[in-house]
């Protein structure tokens, strides 16, 4: 199994930024696209941005220009560098997976507990 464990979420001001954090750890093979998402009260989960394993990355149009995707493959870790936030950013922030805990064995998606970002105006 992986487990995805995020952090760095938190009460922030529009206009500010936050680090969050993402730390795979368990039986890795191999860590394929990863992703952050969100979910907002009485809203459907949606993606913000995927990074590859070779690091390309995608956004989604709210967040182009606004947020940055990286990741440490020899850490297991990626980032989500957030800037310029607004309260529309308000949402439980999920870390994605798809992974191989063997070769051989299927990708498989994982997802982390979540963690909060709220942003006041």
């Known amino acids: 199994q992986v487990q995805l464990v995020e952090s760095g979420g938190g009460l922030v001001q529009a206009g500010g930024s936050l680090r969050l954090t993402c730390v795979a750890s368990g039986t890795i093979f191999s860590l394929n696209v990863m992703g952050w998402y969100r979910q907002a009260p009485g809203k459907q989960r949606e993606l913000v941005a995927t990074i590859s394993s070779s690091g390309s990355t995608n956004y989604a149009d709210s967040v182009t220009g606004r947020f940055t995707f990286s990741r440490d493959g020899a850490k297991n870790t990626v980032y989500l560098q957030m800037n310029s936030l607004k309260p529309e950013d308000t949402a439980v922030y999920y870390c994605?997976?798809?992974?191989?805990?063997?070769?051989?064995?299927?990708?498989?998606?994982?997802w982390g507990q979540g963690t909060q970002v709220t942003v006041s105006s």
């Open positions: 994605n997976a798809l992974g191989k805990t063997h070769w051989g064995s299927p990708i498989l998606n994982y």
